[in-house]
């Protein structure tokens, strides 16, 4: 039967690790962007976190290194993208976009030794007798760390907005730089630190992608995640939350459109497999356009300073 434990449990277990690579980046993503930083090169960060994690993980043999590789890939490109923005003062907009076209064409070239090449995969967790459990145990116990990470990463970004010094901080640049700046808050230092946070946890959706989503290196195997992970931002109206719910929709999304091409053939109906492919890009669109129709909730939600330049001299 359909809704048996032997099919539910599997599917559950693949929407969770489709849906890792999505919250990690989106939770980075919500802290950027609450300090009035807006970054669109998600994209490129998780591709070069991606290669980065699989090729040090292919060199060394090592899971640990692999995946510190590609948080640190991320922040490089993320710093890349702060000096540009926040040193520079280039527009935000156009240079997220840049950094998303250079980390495709960046990890396409790092990546060229390493098509075909098989990993291992991340190891899973195993508690004896807990793991063996019906049902609980491989729902709660059967999965890598990241995915872990992801949870715990949810309760650590929602503590240290709402209930942390810092956080208070970094909201208040985010929402009136110029105020933050009159009473001695460092505006510069504090979106340098959002940006590095939110280029690492992109590093570290991509280092996911290919060392356990699908343990191996494609060209652009992110395939629009970074995209759909900057929309979940808006979704959730930079709520961490609302952002770890939104990652499961989306990544219920993704695993649905293959199991209703299989339910498709099993009772004659031939659904084009592009046609299913477009369900996530296309719940994105419409999300946002949902989102648009309320714009002056969305104005109300979003940080009041979200890409606007700073500069203390200003």
Known sequence: MIWDFAWVVPTILTIITASTPLLLPALGE????????????????????????FAVGISTGSWVLAVLAGAAAGSVMAFLFGFLTLTLLANQVATGLALSIFGIGLSALMGAGFVGVPFPGLPKLDIPFLSDIPVIGPLVFGHDLLVYLSFAMVAFVAWFIYRSRPGLILRAVGENHDAAHSIGHPVIMVRYLAVLFGGAMAGLGGAHLSLAYTPMWAENMTAGRGWIAL??????????????????????????????????EDIGVAIPSQLLSMLPYLATILVLVLISMDSARGRLNAPACLGKVFHPAA
């Open 30 to 53: 919500l802290v950027a962007e609450r300090s009035g930083v807006l970054n669109l090169g998600v994209e490129g960060m998780m591709l070069v976190g991606a290669i980065s994690a």
């Open 231 to 264: 929309a979940l931002v808006v979704f959730s109206s930079w709520k961490p939350l609302r952002a770890l719910l939104g990652a499961y929709i989306f990544g219920g999304i993704n695993i649905l459109q293959l199991h209703v091409q299989g339910f498709g």
